[in-house]
């Protein structure tokens, strides 16, 4: 028994050395190495909860504790924004800041804007994005649905649209409120969003705006600077890739960031929860933008137009020698492209990522072929023009050559060659003389076999009329001569009769 305890005390010294160790072993944000970007993992943030994304197909590159339920603080103000925009409002419209925009809790960042303040409403969602005032939610909240209430039962029910489960929202800037809270994912996908608008992404991206405000009798020029330090080309942790998007905080929420960067027709957005303090927000957003772009292989745009060639890049070659191998058909390549170092990120080793790169690349294509494609065709010889459009609206254009050599079809003999004559019909006038001369004859003979017919029809009548003639003489005849031939019988029978009484007559005289 007592050796039975000692194996157990010993067992559990183990046991309890393992686990103390684990911590240890566990990766730290200072364990992250800058020069391998691509080996970033959960334990190298120093978030609690982060999300990165492809914003074109929503697919998930990078996640810790991503669904887990967090206080959102004023990255809400992402949606307040977002619906703000969808509302149909147009940016000139003049406005006025209503009573509730002053209805927020003291402590409150602010615009700041006061009720009865006009200006454009342009001006407002600049000034309340970049501020990040929480007077100026409560005001588009108004603007838009008439109450803060209604506005914030619009916010959940865009939320469940996008099928945001873990996310409730209790007013429209993002003060701490026990029912108003979020994840990372949620947050994600409401930014993929969001960023569909181009005036969303203007206003998130840009770092200094001026509002003018009419207090009064005032004028007010108020300069409003964007909280993203990614975005301030003077500041330590400026990102030249970066698009926006919003900053949070409050005691409860913690250092918050939803960010966006655009490389090379890749678009990325993060989401960063309750970071440890406000200066590692941005450390863990660009960790994640970094492995991020180190997820696509980037492809020029002769690699992209190779591979849909087949889609787009092969024409049809007439009068192309018979023995052609490939019966006319021609392959195009592109020569002297306007921008050389124009590349496509497209995901690494995800086949299906590609086929929709390549779909995309050809429906933003425009081919002008200038070329009569009459064989002989040399290689590399022009034969048209290539315009692409990026989705991000960048213009590329190229030279379509021949990829190559189609010989032609040798010369036939022809009846030209042996009537040289015929050449003369090579003329259009000659043609057009040809056409109405050979209507003519045309014209001609039928109008002649017209009168042919009608003749033969007249001689067809004639004939018959004949024929019926004679048929009634020979009748009329064969009738006399019927009644002749009776008359004859007729005075024959008398005859005898005569000679008869005249025997009898002579027999009596001879009595």
């Not at 309340?128 to 909240?141: K, P, R, V």
Request: proline share 4%.
């Amino acid at each position: 028994m007592l050796r039975c305890r000692r194996w157990f005390a010993a067992l559990l010294a183990v046991v309890t050395a393992l686990l103390c160790a684990v911590p240890a072993l566990a990766e730290t944000p200072s364990d992250y190495n800058r020069n391998v970007p691509q080996l970033l993992s959960a334990g190298h943030l120093y978030s609690e909860s982060a999300i990165m994304i492809d914003a074109e197909n929503g697919n998930v590159l990078f996640s810790k504790n991503a669904n887990v339920r967090m206080y959102p603080a004023s990255t809400t103000k992402v949606m307040t924004l977002m619906l703000a925009l969808e509302s149909g409002i147009a940016l000139d419209t003049p406005i006025v800041i209503p009573q509730q925009a002053s209805q927020i809790p003291a402590d409150s960042s602010l615009v700041p804007v006061f009720p009865g303040d006009m200006m454009t409403y342009r001006d407002l969602l600049y000034g309340f994005m970049l501020s990040s005032g929480n007077d100026g939610a409560n005001a588009i909240a108004v603007l838009v649905s008439g109450s803060v209430e209604k506005f914030v039962e619009k916010m959940n029910s865009r939320a469940q649209e996008l099928g945001c489960e873990g996310t409730h929202f209790a007013n429209p800037h993002g003060y701490h409120d026990p029912e108003h809270y979020s994840c990372a994912q949620d947050l994600a996908r409401i930014t993929r969003e969001a960023l569909k608008i181009d005036t969303f992404k203007k206003i998130v991206s840009t770092s200094s705006y001026t509002m003018s405000i009419q207090r009064g009798n005032t004028t007010i020029e108020n300069r409003v600077l964007n909280t993203n330090a990614l975005l301030k080309k003077d500041n330590t942790y400026y990102y030249a890739d970066c698009i926006g998007v919003k900053t949070g905080y409050h005691s409860l929420a913690g250092q918050c960031f939803v960010g966006a960067a655009e490389r090379d027709g890749v678009r990325l957005v993060t989401v960063d929860l309750h970071s440890t303090g406000s200066l590692e927000k941005w450390i863990d957003t660009i960790r994640m933008f970094n492995y991020g772009f180190t997820r696509y292989t980037a492809y020029t745009l002769e690699q992209m137009f190779n591979m849909a060639s087949g889609m787009i890049a092969t024409l049809r070659v007439s009068n192309a020698i018979e023995s052609d191998p490939q019966q006319g058909m021609l392959g195009l390549n592109i020569a002297q492209i306007s921008n050389p170092d124009y590349t496509r990120m497209v995901e690494t080793d995800n086949q299906e990522a590609m086929d929709r790169a390549v779909e995309d690349f050809v429906s933003r294509c425009e081919m002008t072929i200038t070329s009569d494609m009459v064989a002989p065709i040399s290689q590399g010889e022009i034969i048209g023009r290539l315009r692409y459009v990026d989705q991000f609206g960048e213009e590329l254009t190229a030279l379509l050559v021949a990829d190559r050599s189609i010989a032609e079809q040798p010369p036939r003999t022809t009846l030209v060659d042996i009537f040289p004559a015929l050449a003369y019909f090579e003329n259009p006038l000659v043609v057009l003389l040809a056409a109405v001369l050979i209507l003519l004859i045309i014209a001609l003979l039928i109008a002649a076999a017209v009168r042919n017919s009608r003749r033969e029809k007249r001689r067809k009548q004639i004939y018959e009329a004949r024929k019926l003639a004679y048929m009634r003489r020979k009748s009329a005849q064969k009738r006399r001569n019927a009644r002749r031939a009776k008359e004859r019988r007729r005075r024959l029978r008398e005859q005898e009769d005569d000679y008869d009484e005249y025997d009898e007559y002579d027999d009596e005289d001879d009595y």
